[in-house]
Nanobody, 124 residues
Framework: QVQLVESGGGLVQAGGSLRLSCAAS????????MGWFRQAPGKEREFVAA????????TYADSVKGRFTISRDNVKNMVFLQMDSLKPEDTAVYYC?????????????????WGQGTQVTVSS
């Protein structure tokens, strides 16, 4: 069993920054790819970023490439999402998730454990 708890969301003006954190518990975290997804009201959950266990492979959605950075600390069992140059269209609930697969998937159906989410609101 894996438990994921996100934090760091909030209200920020366009152009600002936020850093999301995800604290993980459970032995399976140590070998898993981790991902961030987001869901805006009335929209489907969409992929944001993912990182392999070693941190050597990362992938990003085109909409956040160059603005967001995913990282992890396997000693502290933490995953982070640094979000810079935020835009109003980044407003959503952001979820941390883990997958049992060794590669870096980008579809939510390939992730099996999810956090409760943290709200990010970007004002114009």
């Amino acid at each position: 069993q894996v438990q994921l708890v996100e934090s760091g969301g909030g209200l920020v003006q366009a152009g600002g920054s936020l850093r999301l954190s995800c604290a993980a518990s459970g032995r399976t975290f140590l070998k898993n790819t981790m991902g961030w997804f987001r869901q805006a009201p009335g929209k489907e959950r969409e992929f944001v970023a993912a990182i392999s266990y070693s941190g050597g492979t990362t992938t990003y959605a085109d909409s956040v490439k160059g603005r967001f950075t995913i990282s992890r600390d396997n000693v502290k069992n933490m995953v982070f999402l640094q979000m810079d140059s935020l835009k109003p269209e980044d407003t959503a609930v952001y979820y941390c998730a883990t997958t049992p697969y060794g590669w870096v998937p980008t579809t939510h159906s390939e992730y099996n454990y999810w956090g409760q989410g943290t709200q990010v609101t970007v004002s114009s």
